[in-house]
């Protein structure tokens, strides 16, 4: 029986997974969220048996497709307020390492209360701002453990991709080796 899609996939999301698992669906970008949500349920009603290669995603079946896509983005686990509330940690913790590891200087009473909330945003590290205050924090001298964000396999991708281009070109110089004369008038 085929489940229906969530509404949590957004078009961009499901559009990048056919195009990185490579499901053989052909679309434009001209269709709309639906349209694409209606060739998945037409390839999942055909039952044919397709195998992926490993990607992100790790769907390996077109059984795992039809699980990942039925239940919710996992991309997409906060709400907007929740979100907010992670914001505003990270702000308050980016506050106390600005200010030289001071716990006074910042709305906390104690140091554990802060570790509290380090633990409890490490766990949304596909924010930019939390691996950015994991970062800082990583930085304090009398650091008590190492935060380390947990960082999805598409984040990671898209993260490791954007490095990637930096070290190829950076600052739009190329290198070039051999001899080279330079004369000066």
Do not use: A
């Amino acid at each position: 029986m085929i489940k229906s899609i969530d509404k949590s996939h957004s078009k961009t999301d499901l559009v990048d997974l056919i195009n990185t698992i490579n499901v053989p669906i052909i679309f434009s970008h001209n269709h709309n969220k639906k349209d694409i949500q209606d060739l998945l349920v037409n390839l999942f009603k055909e039952e044919k048996d397709l195998t992926f290669e490993p990607n992100v995603y790790k769907i390996s079946t077109i059984k795992d497709l039809q699980i990942y896509i039925s239940n919710p983005n996992p991309k997409k686990i906060l709400s907007v307020k929740e979100k907010g509330n992670v914001m505003r940690i990270c702000r308050e913790i980016s506050k106390f390492c600005k200010h030289k590891y001071i716990v006074e200087k910042t709305n906390y009473t104690s140091l554990q209360e802060l570790h509290d909330d380090m633990r409890w945003i490490v766990m949304y590290g596909d924010l930019p701002s939390v691996r950015r205050t994991c970062k800082l924090m990583n930085k304090n001298v009398q650091r008590v453990q190492e935060w380390i964000p947990i960082i999805s396999p598409q984040v990671r991708k898209l993260l490791e991709e954007k490095d990637k281009s930096k070290k190829i070109c950076p600052y739009g110089l190329q290198k070039s080796y051999g001899s080279f004369m330079l004369k000066f008038d």
